[in-house]
């Protein structure tokens, strides 16, 4: 357990953090699929070297999954899920795939300890309630099972939470270790720049953490 209780933790954010430009339903933004790459392919290549440095494999779920989650070594058993039924059928690495809307929904389908990992692409920017899927990733990782977030420099605008649009990269690693910091309880937590100062293409950065 951590020693937050429910919406308190939300009073280390200004009160319009998690409002977005487009407050519709995400179902709605997300009805047609885009089968593209949100980011080059340096940095898929590079969420991929991590994802192997990490050794992230096993029962495995990508949370806010789309067509490709970026493994160079596919998991045994992937667990792929996002709001888009056409891409979500398209993923070839995994082996399962559930629609859900998070910011509606922030429980996840999943018995406590059913994953060795979770990781969650180019997307936590979008949830509204963090704190919540944190907490539900927690429960649903093994103890020991890595949480791992990459992020790069683009987002759908209108859909990333206001807190994210006003800050720079550095900021978001802020943003995203504070996710970190009051849910879990986690230990171990890096933030770490993956591609070099001065790279030319889109950047990568990660934070992963374990449950304890
Ligand atoms: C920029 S795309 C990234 C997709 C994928 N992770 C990748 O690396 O290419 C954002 C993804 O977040 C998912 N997403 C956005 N809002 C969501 C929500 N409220 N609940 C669940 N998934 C969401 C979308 O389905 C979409 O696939």
């Given at each position: 357990m951590n020693s937050y209780n429910g919406n308190n933790r939300y009073s280390a954010f200004p009160v319009d953090f998690f409002n977005r430009a487009d407050?519709?339903?995400?179902a709605t933004f997300y009805s047609s699929p885009?089968?593209?790459t949100h980011i080059d392919e340096a940095a898929i290549r590079c969420?991929?070297?991590?994802?192997?440095?990490?050794?992230?494999?096993?029962?495995?779920?990508?949370?806010?999954?789309?067509?490709?989650s970026h493994f160079l070594t596919t998991p045994k058993e992937l667990v792929a899920l996002g709001m888009n039924q056409q891409e979500l059928q398209q993923n070839q690495a995994a082996a399962s795939w559930m629609q859900q809307d998070l910011n509606v929904n922030t429980l996840l389908p999943f018995a406590d300890s059913s994953f060795e990992a979770v990781v969650c692409c180019v997307s936590v920017d979008y949830l509204t309630k963090p704190l919540e899927v944190f907490d539900e990733v927690h429960r649903v990782l093994r103890?020991?099972?890595k949480f791992v977030n990459t992020f790069s420099n683009r987002c759908f605008p209108t859909k990333a939470i206001n807190?994210?649009?006003?800050?720079d990269d550095e900021g978001h690693a802020?943003?995203?270790?504070?996710?970190?910091?009051?849910?879990?309880?986690w230990e171990n937590l890096q933030v770490?720049?993956?591609?070099?100062?001065?790279?030319?293409?889109?950047?990568?950065?990660?934070l992963w953490a374990d449950a304890t």
């Open positions: 407050d519709g339903l995400d885009r089968f593209v969420i991929g070297e991590l994802y192997e440095e990490l050794e992230i494999r096993g029962t495995v779920l990508d949370l806010m999954s789309s067509w490709v103890p020991g099972g807190g994210w649009s006003r800050t802020r943003i995203v270790a504070q996710y970190y910091n009051l849910t879990g309880p770490q720049r993956r591609t070099e100062f001065g790279h030319q293409g889109d950047p990568v950065y990660a």
